[in-house]
């Protein structure tokens, strides 16, 4: 993940997963010049998502995204995210940027710019703290998910042993490690690209 060789300033910044209590949420720092399609790969890392679905970002009326997909709406006038940094969608202190992940589900994530903070020497995507676990993919949404939460915490419920058995034997909701979060955002520092971490054919992307 290569940034521009001019020292930027970093962004503190707030990820929740919108609709869902207790609330899921990581606080990042993240360097201002860093591509819209590089941060993309830094939500994925933090929240827990394996990039198995399209994405975007939206500012106002703004779409920042992937081009050349059939799954985009044209009418949104879609924004090559590689051509845009988070500095020039998110200006100052309190600005909020939405991620859209999952267009099936639609799982936005609010991102709120907590703090600008001066130039490190070394400015590289890390994660300070957060809290519980992302939900698994295609579980249906907010919806989908508190449905499959009362399933695994039920032993009697009727699709108790269907739910755990599609979430590979266990499931724990409150499960967050920031070490190894951070683990991942360093290998995909050295990866260069989400692509390369996670290497997948574009055409699985729905």
């Not at 930027?8 to 591509?35: C, F, H, M």
């Not at 683990?183 to 699985?204: D, H, I, N, V, Y």
């Amino acid at each position: 993940m290569k940034h521009n060789q001019a020292k930027a300033s970093v962004y503190q910044l707030k990820v929740t997963l919108d609709g869902i209590e207790p609330p899921i949420w990581r606080r990042l720092l993240v360097p201002s010049n860093i591509t819209l399609d590089q941060f993309h790969g830094v939500i994925q890392v933090a929240m827990g998502w394996t990039n198995s679905h399209l994405h975007q970002f939206i500012v106002g009326k703004k779409y920042y995204g992937m081009l050349n997909n059939d799954e985009m709406d044209d009418e949104l006038e879609t924004i090559d995210e590689r051509l845009y940094t988070l500095a020039q969608i998110a200006t100052h202190k309190g600005a909020l940027v939405v991620y859209q992940y999952d267009f099936g589900d639609n799982w936005e994530h609010l991102i709120i710019v907590e703090e600008i903070l001066p130039a490190e020497k070394k400015s590289q995507p890390r994660c300070l703290d957060g809290a519980r676990a992302c939900p698994p993919e295609d579980v249906g949404s907010t919806c989908g998910y508190e449905d499959f939460l009362k399933a695994i915490k039920n032993p009697k419920h009727k699709e108790h042993k269907a739910m755990l058995d599609w979430a590979g034997g266990k499931f724990d909701p409150e499960a967050l490690s920031v070490e190894a979060v951070n683990r991942t955002l360093k290998e995909l520092q050295k990866a260069g690209s989400l692509e390369e971490l996670w290497p997948c054919e574009e055409e699985e992307l729905i």
